[in-house]
């Protein structure tokens, strides 16, 4: 594993064990050369997704696309990193399991909405404003008040 930090080619692992889930193993690494410390996790892939684009372009599926915008909406929230993993992870694997191989942008984001729902409701209307595009305050004001929130 390259190390994120120096880019050398060799780290080591300090530690491994696996989620709360089961789904994923969580290595805690560092490096030879720089001596920083990071954390990976492996998991299982079960089948290639391709994602259908509003413009029908077909791209790869992103897992850390995925995470990164979910992260963004969870930014300075208190919520448990294993726990925004395991909705990451769920929503992968619902997606691994659908039995479809193009998977539409609009699913994707349904999906992410109802777990930061469930999660996080500020993180819900944060991750909201950019999925459905909101230009005002007006939009957050509605949004909110359509949603029980």
């Known amino acids: 594993m390259r190390c994120p930090f120096c880019n050398h080619p060799d780290t080591g692992v300090k530690d ?3 989620t709360e889930d089961n789904a994923t193993i969580r290595r805690r690494r560092f490096c030879i050369e720089c ?3 990071f954390t990976t996790f492996e998991r299982v892939q ?3 997704l391709m994602v259908l684009k509003k413009s029908g372009v077909r791209v790869p599926f992103d897992r850390d696309k995925l995470a990164r915008s979910i992260e963004s909406a969870l930014h300075k929230r208190t919520i448990d990193p294993e ?3 395991r909705v990451i992870s769920s929503i992968v694997r619902q997606l691994e399991t659908s039995g479809e191989t193009e998977i539409p942008t609009t699913h ?3 999906m ?5 729902h469930n999660l996080d409701a500020v993180a819900y209307v944060r991750f909201a404003s950019i999925y459905k595009e909101f230009s005002d305050v007006k939009d957050f004001v509605a949004f909110i008040k359509n949603n029980s929130l």
């Open 46 to 48: 079960l089948r290639d």
């Open 112 to 116: 992410a909405m109802e777990a930061l």
């Open 35 to 37: 001596g920083s410390r």
């Open 108 to 110: 994707i984001g349904e």
């Open 16 to 18: 491994s064990r696996t």
């Open 83 to 85: 726990r925004t993993e």
